[in-house]
């Protein structure tokens, strides 16, 4: 079973071109989470998409960010207009249906990341 | 200060000894995880820990958890090289604590 796969693993981009990554989960795994991670940071959380759902966004920046999680095909994280602040590492995670109850976890399992850097 | 921070923020030893590591939180959590990153690669969840739990235990890592003081160590014994990495502790929130926060992570260096 191969794990959460992410491509491409490096990506450099111009300011105010589009970046576009892309997170295939693991087989049987419908939810997806997408993170940033800064340079000497820890993660932040973006986004938590279902299939065709985004559940919640709360951790996106408002303009310029966006991520699908279509019917067929991996989830897309896509930056329009990048600037030099969005170099970073982005992973993607996937986990499980999940299950019920505030105690409740399904652990994430995450891709080896896309390093996006914006000259 | 962001919720799971770790500390030190780096830590350098012999192969062989043990390695601690501190992670404080600001907010009631459900559980814990401890998480490990290889320079240039993805997170692999280590272990989890859950809020009415006090230690548990793994292999060569033993997690404790005050939510007393809110905090959590991450022992490793018996370091190898092969545990040079950086360490995370997160904290979940959402319905099942599905958004991870992550502190700033504990850069161990086990020196052969």
């Known amino acids: 079973n191969a794990g959460v796969m992410q491509n491409p693993r490096h990506l450099v981009r111009r300011r105010g071109q589009e970046a576009r990554l892309r997170c295939s989960p693991m087989k049987g795994h419908s939810h997806v989470y997408w993170y940033r991670q800064l340079p000497e940071e820890g993660l932040k959380f973006m986004v938590y998409l279902q299939k065709e759902n985004i559940i919640d966004e709360s951790g996106m920046p408002k303009e310029r960010f966006s991520a699908e999680f279509p019917k067929e095909g991996p989830s897309i994280l896509r930056i329009q207009q990048v600037v030099r602040g969005d170099s970073a590492a982005y992973f993607c995670?996937?986990?499980?249906?999940?299950?019920?109850?505030?105690?409740?976890?399904?652990?994430?399992?995450f891709g080896p990341g896309t390093r996006l850097t914006v000259l | 200060s962001q919720q799971g921070e770790e500390d030190p923020q780096a830590l350098s030893i012999q192969e062989g000894e043990n390695a601690t590591m501190n992670c404080s939180y600001k907010t009631s959590i459900n559980n814990l995880q401890w998480y490990r990153q290889n320079s240039g690669r993805g997170l692999v969840h280590l272990i989890l820990?859950?809020?009415?739990?006090r230690e548990k235990h793994s292999g060569r890592l033993r997690v404790t958890l005050d939510t007393s003081k809110k905090s959590s160590s991450l022992l490793i014994t018996a370091s190898r090289a092969a545990d040079t990495a950086s360490y995370f502790c997160a904290t979940g929130s959402g319905g099942s604590n599905y958004k991870l926060t992550f502190g700033k992570g504990t850069l161990l260096t086990v020196n052969p």
């Open positions: 820990i859950r809020s009415n739990e």
């Open positions: 995670a996937s986990s499980p249906p999940t299950t019920a109850g505030t105690g409740s976890f399904n652990e994430q399992f």
